[in-house]
Nanobody, 121 residues
């Protein structure tokens, strides 16, 4: 059974920083893309950052220059460093990964349970 477990969420003041972690566990053969999404109350879930196996990253304009995604292949963990946080960044942040369990199956999508990030004075 594959699990994605997020950690590092919490309350932070505007302009502050926070680092999220996402650890994948289970009998995993390969992890392709790892990504972070977020969903604020009353809004649709949106992509925050993604990273490929080769380390290619992608960010929307709303977080570009402030957020950085990285990954540790040995630990099967993705990170999201968030700097210069704004109130608009308040949301539940979800980890996402495309994972293959063996050589005969395609990659499948997995989601973490989410971690709350609140930016407020």
């Amino acid at each position: 059974q594959v699990q994605l477990v997020e950690s590092g969420g919490g309350l932070v003041q505007p302009g502050g920083s926070l680092r999220l972690s996402c650890a994948a566990s289970g009998n995993i053969l390969r992890i392709n893309v790892m990504a972070w999404y977020r969903q604020a109350p009353g809004k649709e879930r949106e992509l925050v950052a993604r990273i490929t196996q080769r380390g290619i990253t992608d960010y929307p304009d709303s977080v570009k220059g402030r957020f950085t995604i990285s990954r540790d292949g040995a630990k099967k963990t993705a990170y999201l460093q968030m700097n210069s946080l704004k109130s608009e960044d308040t949301a539940v942040y979800y980890c996402y990964a495309e994972i293959s369990l063996d050589f005969y199956r395609p990659y499948e999508s997995y989601w973490g349970q989410g971690t709350q990030v609140t930016v407020s004075s």
